[in-house]
């Protein structure tokens, strides 16, 4: 069992940053490749960004290029999120989740959740 806590969500200007992060408590954090997904409402879950196990390899969704940047502590079995330059189309509530898959945005195979954290970006 993994448990997974997210923090750092909150209400911020357009052109604004968040850092969101996520605690990892329980089996071993380095097993797992790292992952931030993000929901509107009314919308499907939506990858956002994710991480290797050895942090190494890092991928984006393409909207979020440039202005989102994943890493993680593993002294501190935790996983980041910075946003700059945030938009109101990033409004949605964020959740980061773990996979044995290197690489995938494909939210039926993360297999740990958090219970979402929310970032509301005004204009």
């Known amino acids: 069992q993994v448990q997974l806590v997210e923090s750092g969500g909150g209400l911020v200007q357009s052109g604004g940053s968040l850092r969101l992060s996520c605690a990892a408590s329980?089996?071993?954090?380095?097993?797992?490749?790292m992952g931030w997904f993000r929901q509107a409402p009314g919308k499907e879950r939506e990858f956002v960004a994710g991480i290797s196990w050895g942090g190494s390899s890092r991928y984006y969704l393409e909207s979020v290029k440039g202005r989102f940047t994943i890493c993680r502590d593993y002294a501190e079995n935790a996983v980041y999120l910075q946003m700059n330059s945030l938009k109101p189309e990033d409004t949605a509530v964020y959740y980061c989740?773990?996979?044995?898959?290197?690489?995938?945005?494909?939210?039926?195979?993360?297999?740990?959740w958090g219970q979402g954290t929310q970032v509301t970006v005004s204009s």
């Open positions: 329980g089996r071993t954090f380095s097993n797992y490749c």
């Open positions: 989740a773990t996979t044995y898959r290197l690489g995938s945005s494909d939210p039926t195979q993360y297999d740990y």
